[in-house]
């Protein structure tokens, strides 16, 4: 298995974001990053102006934000821009989805905060939508202002964001788990990254620059095969992960989740991982393999079934269902923090022979 490591949903000088793509692309370089994802507001400018592809050993894809006050949709892997249509959100779902691409629903149950855009909140209201990609789970923007009401707040939250983020909130979780216990859908962590600049000097302060937001709630993708430097097809790879969910959102600020597994074992010999399905069977078990010790939680369909602290978890897998995994970061004395989020495995009953 190959791991690359990305960050999505960035925005750059073609919407509201602070640096040009190039800029964007050498920062990711220097934070270790293999592939990042430009998600401007309602535009393709920078895929038609500098295109997607190798840029500082760093793959950058382009797509768009679509949206406007409310129900924004990440999408990848479109040619050409898509209109936002905020009382029709099937719209543009379906537009994405015909033009070949993958969307995911954006920081849907977002808390707003006084400090960014007097308060408001761009939620996702309308869940009666359908063949969406996935959901973007959680989003390091969203969890700062989600947790900052007043200056207090804000000055702690910005200089201890490590501590101060909750995860994913729960109601978003708990529409995920719903609705991969009825078909294959996907998960996602993004950065919304902006490097906004608030004040002026002496007292400017950068929210938050991209090296932070590239070091915070990353997306690892795990391929069976390694990408090889080719645009077109690495490309390919990195769209097909996404939308088949090979792979797991790791908080890295707080420690690095890189080598996070989670599969199905049977005979010692790896079956599925994050984002496959398999037919249920006897002597298997899902596996959860953990970079360091942490609370692990196995969860199937939307309920936690084991909780344990430590570096590997085995369960016996004796029932169909949708299953993913947990881990929280412990760390002294601290009480444990969100830090890994699985795709779910799908397993199945077994073909009648």
């Known amino acids: 298995m190959f791991e690359y490591v990305g960050n999505l949903h960035i925005h750059s000088l073609y919407s509201d974001g602070r640096r040009s793509i190039a800029e964007i692309a050498r920062i990711a370089a220097d934070q270790g990053l293999d592939f990042v994802g430009i998600n401007d507001h309602n535009t393709l400018r920078g895929q038609i102006e500098v295109g997607e592809g190798w840029r500082e050993g760093v793959f950058v894809l382009i797509g768009e934000e679509i949206g406007l006050t409310k129900h924004h949709y990440i999408a990848y892997g479109i040619q050409q821009a ?21 969307g995911f629903i954006a920081h849907p149950h977002e808390r707003g905060s006084p400090f960014d855009c007097g308060g408001r909140a761009f939620t996702w209201d309308d869940w009666s939508v359908h063949d969406y990609t996935g959901i973007s789970i959680w989003c390091h923007c969203s969890g700062w202002k989600g947790t900052t009401t007043n200056l207090v707040t804000a000055i702690h939250n910005y200089y201890h964001h490590r501590w101060s ?23 996602i962590g993004s950065s919304d990254a902006h490097e906004v600049v608030l004040g002026r000097k002496p007292f400017r302060v950068v929210v938050f620059p991209y090296a932070v937001s590239f070091r915070a709630v990353n997306m690892h993708l795990v391929l069976r095969e390694q990408m090889v430097g080719d645009a077109h097809a690495d490309r390919t790879a990195i769209l097909n992960a996404l939308r088949s969910g090979n792979g797991f959102v790791g908080y890295d600020a707080l420690c690095n989740s890189t080598g996070f597994r989670f599969s199905v074992v049977r005979g010692g010999e790896t079956e599925a991982t994050m984002g496959e399905d398999i037919e249920l069977r006897d002597d298997t078990e899902l596996v959860v393999k953990a970079p360091t010790r942490g609370v692990i939680r196995i969860v199937r369909n939307g ?22 995994a947990e881990v929280l970061s412990v760390h002294g004395l601290r009480r444990p923090r969100p830090w890994i989020f699985s795709n779910p495995i799908y397993v199945r009953d077994a073909r009648p022979s």
């Open 82 to 102: 898509i209109a936002p249509c905020e009382g029709d959100p099937q719209r543009v779902i379906d537009e994405v989805r015909n033009a070949g691409g993958i």
């Open 165 to 187: 983020f909750t995860g994913p909130y729960p109601e978003t979780l708990s529409v995920f788990d719903s609705e991969s216990s009825r078909r294959r859908i996907s998960l």
């Open 303 to 324: 309920m936690k079934l084991i909780e344990e602290t430590a570096t590997t978890v085995s369960y016996p897998l004796k029932r169909k269902g949708t299953y993913r």
